[in-house]
C-alpha cells in the first residue's frame, strides 16, 4: 500500500511540474497544449476555488493507513511538503 500511494504523490508532483513548466513544451511543440491547456485549467481551478483534487485523495486514503509516527519516508518527507505547502 505503501508503493501505491508514493506512486500517487510522484504523479501528482509530476502533474504540478508539468502545469507550471509545460507551457515551455507548448513552444516546442504546439499538441502538448492538447494536454497543457486543460490541465493548466484543472490546476488553477484547484488554487483557486479549494476543489480537490483526485491525486490529493488518492495520496491520503493509502497514506494515511501505512504512518507511524516519525517514520516518514523519502516522499513523505522531500515531495509532500512541496506539493502542500
Known amino acids: 500500500m505503501r508503493l501505491l500511494a508514493d506512486f500517487v504523490v510522484v504523479f501528482h508532483f509530476l502533474f504540478i511540474v508539468f502545469v507550471v513548466a509545460g507551457g515551455l513544451l507548448v513552444l516546442r511543440w504546439r499538441r502538448v497544449a492538447l494536454v497543457h491547456v486543460p490541465s493548466t485549467?484543472?490546476?488553477l481551478s484547484?488554487?483557486?476555488?479549494?476543489?480537490?483534487?483526485?491525486?490529493a485523495a488518492g495520496e491520503l486514503a493509502p497514506s494515511a493507513r501505512g504512518?507511524?509516527?516519525y517514520d516518514v519516508g523519502f516522499i513523505e518527507h522531500y515531495i509532500l511538503p512541496v506539493i502542500y505547502r
Not at 484547484?46 to 491525486?55: A, D, L, N, W
Open 41 to 43: 485549467l484543472w490546476g
Open 46 to 55: 484547484t488554487e483557486f476555488f479549494g476543489c480537490v483534487s483526485p491525486h
Open 67 to 69: 504512518r507511524d509516527g
